[in-house]
């Protein structure tokens, strides 16, 4: 059983609160509403600014903004991405984004059909997938003998924060 206290509590409540902004935001930057949910943003916004600063006033806690990159992340998977799902923003101005990846897992003990579904960052989403730069970069490593096996990065929510080549550990797109 984990050791419950003060800050156990507060971390989780500050994942919740963080993630509340995340649903009524209308980028994945979290700087606007979605149309219609300006007032439940502006309380999900206050309530998780108001968790953060209660976080830093307890003793030997990390500011976010100190925290290494290697220490946000949740999860490491390697494999390949085997399918991708794509949505409409419901705004002003509808464009597709990537909703979600099917990645298929590689390495010791796993079989071939081991695969999770992640979320992907929205920018990483849109600059990186569902531009096609991930296909011309994965085309060139295969044409070049490289491996097209991916590393990436999933943060505690289980969205695709940053991929990586899994042979040279070149970032993909961060």
Same mark, same amino acid.
């Given at each position: 059983?984990?050791? $419950? *206290? !003060?800050?156990?509590?507060?971390?989780?409540?500050?994942?919740? /609160?963080?993630? *509340?902004?995340?649903?009524?935001?209308?980028?994945?930057?979290?700087?606007?509403?979605?149309?219609?949910?300006?007032?439940?943003? #502006?309380?999900?916004?206050?309530? /998780? !600014?108001?968790?953060?600063?209660?976080?830093?006033? @307890?003793?030997? =806690?990390?500011?976010?903004? #100190?925290?290494?990159?290697?220490?946000?992340?949740?999860?490491?998977?390697?494999?390949? $991405?085997?399918?991708?799902?794509?949505?409409?923003?419901?705004?002003?101005?509808?464009?597709?984004?990537?909703?979600?990846?099917?990645?298929? @897992? !590689?390495?010791?003990? $796993?079989?071939?059909? %081991?695969?999770?579904? @992640?979320?992907?960052?929205?920018?990483?989403?849109?600059?990186?997938?569902?531009?096609?730069?991930? %296909?011309?970069?994965?085309?060139?490593?295969?044409? #070049?003998? !490289?491996?097209?096996?991916?590393?990436?990065?999933?943060?505690?929510?289980?969205?695709?924060?940053?991929?990586?080549?899994?042979?040279?550990?070149?970032?993909? =797109? /961060?």
């Amino acid at each position: 059983m984990n050791h $419950i *206290n !003060k800050r156990t509590v507060l971390e989780e409540m500050k994942k919740m /609160a963080w993630h *509340n902004v995340l649903c009524c935001s209308a980028n994945y930057a979290m700087t606007e509403p979605k149309d219609g949910m300006r007032e439940d943003w #502006e309380e999900y916004l206050a309530k /998780a !600014k108001i968790i953060d600063l209660m976080l830093d006033e @307890l003793p030997g =806690h990390q500011k976010y903004d #100190e925290v290494t990159k290697s220490q946000r992340f949740f999860r490491k998977y390697v494999g390949h $991405i085997s399918a991708t799902s794509c949505r409409m923003t419901k705004t002003e101005n509808p464009h597709q984004y990537v909703d979600t990846i099917e990645f298929s @897992l !590689k390495g010791f003990g $796993i079989s071939d059909s %081991d695969t999770r579904l @992640l979320r992907i960052n929205h920018q990483l989403g849109i600059d990186y997938i569902l531009s096609g730069q991930y %296909d011309i970069d994965r085309h060139e490593r295969y044409d #070049e003998g !490289k491996t097209c096996t991916l590393q990436v990065m999933v943060d505690s929510l289980g969205y695709i924060q940053e991929m990586r080549w899994a042979d040279d550990g070149e970032i993909c =797109h /961060a």
